[in-house]
């Protein structure tokens, strides 16, 4: 089966061609941060499989989160032009207006990757949104395959709203 297993939504709508990028970026990641290969206590958790992917992800253009460099994209503005309310997010394209995120266990357990939905639907300027999330995780007692839960919820979301 190809690396890694995407989808774009809206389902009719026209891919971008940047996708193609980013799924290659992953793609070409695909040893150190393969979900499927990384189990138990191997299981990546989200800021190594970004750390992986930064150079890649800068290599087309986007600003990835660092410890020292928290990306910081505004929802609301305040007085004298504050953020009354902003989002840290993980990566951010300047030209084509993308938010990147990348999840580990709690894409599904804890519901991140709906958060990051919601969070992305809301910053200011978003076009797109990103969020990589693993097939599958496995942590201790902790068993998931948010991909395939992800995948299960987004179509269902999907078909409702095209009718």
């Not at 989160?65 to 609301?76: A, I, S």
């Not at 519901?111 to 076009?127: C, G, P």
């Given at each position: 089966?190809?690396?890694?297993?995407?989808?774009?939504?809206?389902?009719?709508?026209?891919?971008?061609?940047?996708?193609?990028?980013?799924?290659?970026?992953?793609?070409?990641?695909?040893?150190?941060?393969?979900?499927?290969?990384?189990?138990?206590?191997?299981?990546?958790?989200?800021?190594?499989?970004?750390?992986?992917?930064?150079?890649?992800?800068?290599?087309?253009?986007?600003?990835?989160?660092?410890?020292?460099?928290?990306?910081?994209?505004?929802?609301?503005?305040?007085?004298?032009?504050?953020?009354?309310?902003?989002?840290?997010?993980?990566?951010?394209?300047?030209?084509?207006?993308?938010?990147?995120?990348?999840?580990?266990?709690?894409?599904?357990?804890?519901?991140?990757?709906?958060?990051?939905?919601?969070?992305?639907?809301?910053?200011?300027?978003?076009?797109?949104?990103?969020i990589?999330?693993?097939?599958n995780?496995e942590?201790?007692?902790?068993?998931?395959?948010?991909?395939?839960?992800?995948?299960?919820?987004?179509?269902?979301?999907?078909?409702?709203?095209?009718?």
């Amino acid at each position: 089966m190809p690396y890694p297993e995407w989808k774009f939504y809206p389902s009719w709508s026209a891919r971008p061609g940047w996708i193609y990028q980013v799924v290659e970026v992953v793609a070409n990641a695909q040893t150190p941060i393969d979900s499927n290969a990384l189990i138990g206590d191997s299981a990546l958790r989200s800021n190594p499989v970004l750390s992986v992917l930064k150079p890649g992800l800068a290599g087309i253009g986007f600003d990835v989160e660092t410890p020292e460099n928290k990306l910081v994209r505004p929802v609301l503005f305040g007085e004298r032009d504050t953020f009354e309310k902003r989002f840290d997010i993980d990566g951010w394209h300047d030209v084509y207006n993308i938010a990147l995120e990348v999840e580990a266990g709690k894409a599904w357990e804890s519901k991140a990757a709906l958060y990051d939905f919601i969070k992305m639907t809301l910053i200011v300027d978003a076009q797109f949104g990103v969020i990589i999330i693993p097939q599958n995780y496995e942590r201790g007692s902790r068993y998931a395959a948010p991909y395939a839960n992800q995948r299960a919820l987004s179509t269902r979301c999907t078909r409702t709203q095209d009718g």
